[in-house]
């Protein structure tokens, strides 16, 4: 399978790592940055025959692909998925996957449309805490659910800003809910349940007076099942990152994730006693080297497996969609100071 990825900045050593892990070949790289491209080809040991483009329209309509990872700034993953979409090229696109529900919406339904491919990678679902956390839902070892937390206490200074100007802006990213905090935000409403009825939100900037969006963001979460939930997310945390940690309180169970990005099971505890809870927090434990965590990998492999299948892959397009929905309604709640009922209705708004 001929494998491309566009954008060689941060977050592009894990899906090079996952394409050669998961075999694909790598047929070509592009980014505006041509030093970036030869780093990773050095860097990565990758051939020398990998073709190099600095505009990726060039290298879709010059090679022929079957799946392209989007590791772009985020106001471009639309514009550059729908003309890959156009070319009958399958999707890995890295959070957030549109900057507008509108633009998410043109992505789906093309997707649709052409029968092609397009997964969220929202890399942390495939965590093995929180498969072995999904799973316990699954077998509503729960019961009712109560509340759940979703908590990413990190550090994010000016160099990190500088780095990539881009970040920090409205027009191509957000704040600390859509960058850092989006994949924390995703798990919450995943394995709340999905349905959201109403959120309200404050949101801030109290300490990067450089950037346009917010460090600060606290929101209550009130689910269509009746749960509640609260998202705290900062880039705030002195000195450097401190935890990201996820809660789910049900009337029969109750369950910490937290470490590096929800890697590790810190509380296990159910009234079926169907097994053991130092046994589970042994087993599902992982220590990945940084926030990313392991799971872009696993994430790969479902779907080359969804495109030999032609199936949908387990972390679809909607599911991207439904994490941007939730933080633009957080975002719509903290400017205009009121709850904000969800589904939303939201054109083009990038805020």
């Known amino acids: ?57 060039e290298m879709i309509n010059n ?9 772009t700034e985020s ?5 550059i998925a729908l003309d890959c979409i156009e070319k009958g090229i399958n999707l890995i696109i890295e959070k957030p996957i549109a900057l507008s529900l509108e633009d998410a919406d043109k992505i789906i339904d093309k997707a649709r449309e052409k029968n092609i491919k397009v997964c969220a990678c929202h890399q942390n679902r495939f965590n093995k805490s929180v498969q072995k956390i999904r799973q316990a839902i699954d077998d509503n070892r729960f019961g009712k659910m109560f509340h759940g ?9 000016k160099s990190y800003y500088t780095q990539a100007p881009w970040r920090g802006t409205w027009e191509q990213d957000g704040g600390a809910l859509m960058n850092q905090c989006i994949h924390n935000i995703d798990l919450l409403r995943w394995l709340m349940g999905d349905d959201v009825d109403e959120v309200f939100a404050y949101t801030s900037n109290l300490n990067h007076d450089y950037i346009e969006a917010e460090d600060l963001g ?13 998202v705290e997310g900062t880039t705030n945390v002195y000195p450097k990152n401190l935890e990201e940690t996820l809660y789910l309180f049900g009337e029969k169970g109750t369950v910490k994730a937290g470490g590096t990005s929800v890697n590790i099971i810190e509380e296990w505890n159910f009234a079926d006693n169907k097994d053991i809870a130092e046994q589970v927090k042994a087993q599902y434990h992982e220590n ?10 696993p994430l790969y492999k479902d779907v080359i497996q969804a495109i030999n299948e032609d199936r949908q892959p387990y972390i679809t397009a909607d599911a991207g ?16 100071n009121r709850p904000i009922k969800l589904p939303l209705k939201m054109k083009g708004s990038k805020q």
Request: hydrophobic share 40%; charged share 25%.
């Open 149 to 157: 937390t979703a908590h990413v206490r990190w550090n994010r200074g």
């Open 1 to 57: 399978m001929n494998y491309a990825l566009i954008g060689c900045g941060r977050i592009s050593p894990n899906h090079i790592i996952a394409a050669k892990d998961n075999g694909l070949n790598i047929v070509a790289i592009c980014d505006i940055d041509r030093l970036a491209m030869e780093e990773k080809i050095d860097r990565f040991n990758l051939s020398k025959q990998i073709k190099l483009y600095t505009d990726y329209e």
């Open 75 to 79: 106001g471009k993953h639309a514009n």
């Open 218 to 230: 606290i929101a209550l979460v009130k689910f269509s099942s009746g749960a509640y939930g609260i």
């Open 321 to 336: 969609r439904r994490a941007l929905e939730l933080i633009l309604a957080i975002y719509k709640s903290s400017r205009e």
């Open 288 to 297: 990945p080297p940084n926030v990313y965590g392991f799971g872009h990998t």
């Open 63 to 71: 090679e022929a692909i079957d799946l392209i990872a989007i590791a």
